[in-house]
């Protein structure tokens, strides 16, 4: 193809700027009856838009709220293992990985804490944290020295530690030695506290090194009291872990980590069930969905098809005129085709005012329980380009018989006796 046969000529830009005027005049002759054709069209339209949106809005509140708690994207190991810190810096550096630390055997991970009026709050929760923590807010830096901590919210009322007041706690740390009962204690200065609604129980946020010193401690491999002191850099050292915290990096990528841990022979619990509760039930509004959109998408073009053909028939004189008087079977074909996309677009406009209508007065009726979503119902930027498309190819389906039956028709037909 040539350089100049890739643009139309000015020819076919006439004819195809006639065609349309001539197309446009007809509408505007039978307004009443495109009223009808583009308000039956919208009628159609609009209650597909409000249930995709309605859809969109559901299924973006189950999952925003699942993802609200990060502890759904969490994968428990349970019990004790050896991992290799090769195999979990691999795992942490996985793209279905958002967050790795290594812990301590569960029967290590807590400490005895004394607070400032010498009260002992025994088995307190400790969790080995880091940069990226999912379960601390972004307002909050994780511990950089094993002294330094994070305590839960309620840990925080029940030591009497108040939000952006420095507080401190001792960890008093058991241990039985040599047939002797010991223990140890280590101040921690507290950065900060974790909201009830990131973490519900009393807990501590500690640097992992301080939970591998507790460890060695009570298996009798070092002293907490003396030299040499706790540093951030003695978890580095370690080579094998009994435990990890993991979490994966969406929903959907829960399954396939845990299942690559599980291969590795590790025995790991998840929030499976709610996960694949939400996604099943996705899938199943969304093959409603798509039937319902089948069978008013067909609607649509045999409504507005009967309709174009009927109208054609009507008029089957003038497109004989107009054969008559020169014009190709392409412009008479193209008449209806442009009518088609005409319509479809003004009831498309139309059904999304309808569901703009539609979706303000939803959210409104359930803003009580939509809580940080805002919304009942939304239809994103695809769904809008995919309605239009989806409209243009009804117009062309419908109109397709009118067009073959307006290109049928003869120019000797005007010659005859009406």
């Not at 994968?75 to 630390?101: C, K, M, Q, T, Y």
């Not at 007041?165 to 974790?194: C, D, Q, T, Y």
């Not at 004189?317 to 008479?332: D, K, P």
């Not at 999304?352 to 303000?360: H, M, Q």
Request: glycine share 8%; proline share 6%.
């Amino acid at each position: 193809m040539t350089p100049a046969a890739a643009f139309p000529t000015p020819g076919l830009v006439t004819a195809l700027t006639e065609t349309w005027r001539m197309a446009w005049r007809d509408l505007v002759h039978d307004r009443r009856a495109v009223l009808v054709f583009v308000l039956t069209v919208a009628a159609i339209v609009a209650p597909l838009l409000l249930l995709l949106g309605l859809k969109n809005g559901f299924i973006d509140t189950l999952r925003q709220n699942l993802l609200r708690d990060p502890r759904n994207l969490e994968i428990i190991v349970f019990g004790s293992s050896e991992l290799s810190r090769p195999w979990l810096d691999a795992l942490a550096a996985r793209e279905d990985s958002l967050f790795v630390v290594p812990k301590t055997r569960t029967i290590n991970a807590s400490v005895d804490l004394l607070d400032r009026e010498r009260r002992l709050h025994t088995a307190v929760e400790v969790l080995p944290t880091g940069p990226g923590d999912p379960l601390l807010p972004q307002a909050l830096n994780a511990p950089r020295e094993p002294r330094q901590v994070l305590v839960s919210s309620i840990l925080a009322e029940r030591l009497g530690i108040q939000e952006g007041v420095p507080g401190s706690v001792v960890a008093v740390i058991k241990r039985r030695h040599n047939g002797r009962a010991e223990h140890a204690r280590v101040p921690l200065e507290v950065l900060g506290i974790v909201p009830e609604r990131h973490f519900p129980r009393p807990a501590i946020f500690a640097h992992p090194a301080l939970l591998l010193a507790a460890e060695d401690y009570r298996d009798g491999v070092r002293h907490l009291d003396g030299d040499p002191p706790i540093r951030p850099e003695d978890a580095d050292r370690r080579s094998t872990f009994a435990n990890a915290r993991v979490y994966a990096s969406s929903l959907d990528a829960v399954a396939g980590l845990a299942g690559h841990m599980r291969a590795h022979g590790i025995e790991v619990r998840t929030q499976a069930e709610r996960i694949a509760a939400v996604q099943a039930l996705e899938r199943t509004l969304s093959l409603l969905f798509q039937a319902l959109a089948g069978i008013g998408i067909a609607g649509c073009v045999l409504a507005l098809g009967g309709a174009l053909w009927v109208s054609t028939e009507r008029k089957r004189r003038a497109v004989a005129m107009l054969r008559l008087f020169g014009a190709s079977r392409r412009s008479v074909a193209a008449l209806p085709v442009l009518q088609a996309v005409v319509i479809a677009v003004g009831g498309l406009l139309i059904a999304f005012g309808v569901f703009a209508i539609g979706a303000s007065i939803f959210n409104g009726l359930l803003a009580a329980s939509l809580g940080d979503t805002r919304y009942a119902a939304r239809l994103g930027a695809g769904n809008l380009l995919a309605a239009m498309a989806a409209m243009l190819l009804v117009a062309i389906l419908a109109s397709s018989a009118a067009a073959w039956h307006a290109s049928r028709v003869a120019p000797a037909e005007a010659l005859r006796d009406p």
